[in-house]
């Protein structure tokens, strides 16, 4: 049977769990608030910036894909920035069916103009607020420390986190560099988090070993992990994860820019998935990695080898992983279920029962 074309993808309902903010601006966006901030840009075009960002591109490491945030960082030190990226980033995703997303940033990126934190938050909820409002995707905030800075500025994330748990704020994060820079070093904010009984999640195993995914576990206390690519390298602990349903926020084409994988069809989530791991499919940065979910779906399937069943299963995944209340994930569960019935191996799609499903589910929200 011939593979399934990327449209069958655009239209299943889907999840985004790892999406960063600042790496998932619109080009145009970000040449429009430069020109009206008066920034100076590596390029004054879109083909040039984004080959000056690397967008799509190889980059051979972590550290250098990085690189990148500091051009998309510099437009986004404004509220009405902030709330235009935060707004269009949904916007898009809705367009390609996601119907729930966790965005990730670090609020004290966005502090260089005199913005206060708190405005940072509040900012960027009220422009992912206003498109769930115009295209009905529901999204919630995740709060990163960032490994690299230091531990104190990581505590003051986590402080945010908790004042704003119970408002739009769902999670912590810690981002950045991973090599050198271990997570148990920032072990109060996740302490702080946790005492508060709020949701965590690490990027870990991607440019370092399943040391680190274990140190985020452990030490950490990590109910979700960012990556994991690297966790097949010790299958005790990969069992474990397996065994006690931790969620793997999987980034197909990011990893393969990062060089954490060699390539595609390298990439362990069907390894993961034959496993019984509960693997999650998401974008990381839809402008630095040039992507979307429906995109990594869909090289899931033409590249990794998946099956219709493999990716409706990793769909379901990301509804249960989401940090929300179990009734909440409940309900998105038997409704996303329903119309993923509706989509066929053979690219069919019940057009019929793919509209009742959707409207009994608007009806019981």
Not at 13 to 21: E, F, G, N, R
Not at 212 to 217: E, G
Request: with cysteine; charged share 25%.
């Amino acid at each position: 049977m011939s593979d399934l074309p990327l449209s069958f993808f655009e239209r299943l309902p889907k999840t985004d769990l790892h999406v960063h903010l600042d790496g998932s601006l619109r080009t145009e966006t970000i040449l429009e608030l430069a020109e009206s901030q008066g920034i100076e840009l590596p390029a004054t075009d879109v083909p040039g910036l984004r080959k000056a960002i690397h967008a799509g591109e190889n980059t051979g490491s972590l550290v250098k894909y990085l690189e990148a945030f500091a051009v998309t960082l510099k437009v986004m030190q404004t509220r009405e920035a902030l709330q235009r990226v935060a707004y269009e980033l949904a916007e898009d995703a809705a367009a390609e069916g996601v119907r729930y997303m966790e965005v990730r940033y670090a609020p004290l990126l966005h502090t260089e103009q005199g913005l206060r934190l708190t405005e940072v938050v509040e900012t960027v909820l009220r422009g992912l607020h206003d498109a769930e409002t115009d295209h009905g995707i529901e999204s919630k905030l995740i709060l990163c420390g960032i490994r690299n800075i230091s531990p104190q500025s990581s505590l003051e994330m986590a402080e945010l986190v908790v004042a704003y748990k119970g408002r739009g704020v769902v999670g912590f994060d810690l981002a950045g560099a991973e090599y050198d820079y271990p997570a148990k070093d920032h072990h109060e904010a996740f302490s702080l988090v946790r005492r508060n009984n709020i949701n965590v999640t690490i990027h870990a195993g991607e440019a370092y070993g399943p040391a680190s995914i274990a140190q985020a576990l452990h030490d950490c206390g990590a109910h979700r992990i960012g990556h994991g690519c690297r966790l097949r390298e010790d299958g005790d602990l990969l069992h474990y994860v397996v065994d006690h349903r931790i969620p793997l926020e999987c980034c197909p084409s990011s990893n393969v820019q990062t060089n954490a994988i060699e390539a595609l069809d390298t990439h362990p989530m069907r390894l993961y998935l034959n496993l019984g791991a509960r693997v999650t499919v998401n974008t990381d940065n839809r402008l630095i990695t040039d992507t979307t979910v429906s995109k990594e779906l869909w090289l899931a399937h033409t590249q990794v080898g998946l099956t219709l069943g493999d990716i409706k299963q990793c769909i379901l995944n990301g509804f249960k992983s989401a940090f929300l209340p179990f009734h909440e994930k409940r309900n998105y569960l038997r409704a996303i279920s329903d119309q993923l019935e509706a989509f066929h191996a053979d690219g069919s799609i019940d057009e019929d029962a793919l509209r009742t499903a959707r409207q009994q589910a608007a009806e019981a929200r």
